[in-house]
């Protein structure tokens, strides 16, 4: 399994409404992602973390070409305090 992860810093007066955007826009498109294994969004204000377990590291690359990322960050324009870091992760181990 393959995970993706976006840290974002939101400015504090914005952070409710640009977590809004990125359920809005992200989520919408994460249900018909084919490979997706589970998504997740973690907040801790003015942060937050996408989280995106999928079946191949190809699922999410492909997920990433349907512009998702380019339509969230042009509706964040002016909300974000600097540009989210991605990191790519692969399952090493695992208890559940």
């Keep these: 399994m393959h995970t ?3 840290r974002y ?15 809005t826009i992200v ?3 994460a249900k018909k992602a084919p490979g ?11 942060q ?4 995106g377990i999928w079946e ?5 690359e492909s ?3 349907t512009g998702v990322f380019k339509r969230l960050m042009e509706k964040l324009s002016g909300m974000i305090v600097a540009d989210p870091k991605a990191e ?5 181990s695992f208890i559940g």
């Design 27 to 29: 989520l919408a498109e």
């Design 48 to 51: 937050a973390m996408a989280i």
């Design 56 to 60: 191949e590291k190809a699922n999410a």
């Design 63 to 65: 997920f990433m070409r």
């Design 36 to 46: 997706l294994v589970r998504m997740e969004f973690l907040t801790s204000s003015p």
């Design 4 to 6: 993706a992860t976006m």
């Design 88 to 92: 790519q992760w692969e399952l090493d």
């Design 9 to 23: 810093v939101f400015k504090e007066w914005n952070f409710d409404e640009a977590c809004a955007l990125w359920r």
